[in-house]
């Protein structure tokens, strides 16, 4: 496509309940990140793919969190027993680089709003 | 620890004046620096970057500068424009990691 693609763009869960947030990168950009966006914040790092290779996944909260990009294209963001501190804006963004300085473009985000 | 810091949250500027928006770091191993522009209800939109080996990196109306022994950089926009009215998040990628650290933002907006 002709960006990142993210879905769905917003997500209402109930505490406890099970979410999967998808992003689509733009197509060829071998890196792929997940950030989480806190009202009032800006994004802080969740995880890093190249290709399907999950390199950094420092930035994930608790192992509630979960990322995978099993054939190096679509990744899935999930988060288990969603808890009201999950609530926040899910950013994708992908780079075509694997290394060096190339921009990160970003998809809408998917907001999380646990009730 | 805030490692990016963008310390004004927001800045009014009239329409045809020239914004600077500052961010200032803590980690001298980083090696690239981004600006984005983040309109309400949207992902951030890449503005302009500058590697660590320059000082200087112009693309139209916008122009960042960086210094690094001051371990500081700003975001030049001349002339303002009201359509530049958003949130500009600095952000710097920490050498062999690839993962970008964003400051808090700065909210712009320029007045007709």
């Known amino acids: 496509g002709a960006g990142v693609s993210q879905s769905p763009r917003y997500k209402v869960a109930k505490r406890g309940q099970d979410v999967a947030l998808r992003c689509d990168p733009i197509?060829?950009?071998?890196?792929l990140f997940w950030y989480q966006q806190a009202l009032g914040q800006g994004p802080e790092f969740l995880t890093y793919?190249?290709?399907?290779?999950?390199?950094?996944k420092s930035g994930l909260p608790s192992d509630r969190f979960f990322a995978e990009r099993p054939e190096g294209s679509v990744s899935t963001l999930k988060i288990q027993r969603t808890q009201q501190e999950d609530s926040a804006v899910y950013l994708c963004a992908s780079s075509l680089a694997g290394n060096g300085n190339t921009e990160a473009f970003f998809g809408q985000g998917t907001r999380l709003t646990v009730v | 620890d805030q490692q990016v810091k963008q310390n004004s949250p927001s800045l009014s500027v009239q329409e045809g004046r020239i914004s600077i928006l500052n961010c200032d770091y803590t980690n001298s191993m980083f090696d690239y620096f981004l600006w984005y522009k983040k309109y309400p209800a949207e992902g951030p939109t890449f503005l302009i970057s500058i590697s660590s080996i320059k000082d200087k990196n112009e693309d139209g109306r916008f122009t960042v500068f960086l210094n690094k022994s001051a371990k500081h950089l700003s975001l030049h926009i001349v002339p303002s424009q009201p359509g530049d009215s958003a949130v500009y998040f600095c952000?710097?990628?920490?050498?062999?990691?690839?993962?970008?650290?964003f400051g808090t933002g700065t909210r712009l907006k320029v007045l007709a």
């Open positions: 197509s060829g950009h071998v890196s």
């Open positions: 952000a710097a990628r920490d050498t062999g990691t690839y993962k970008y650290i």
């Open positions: 793919f190249q290709n399907e290779a999950q390199l950094d």
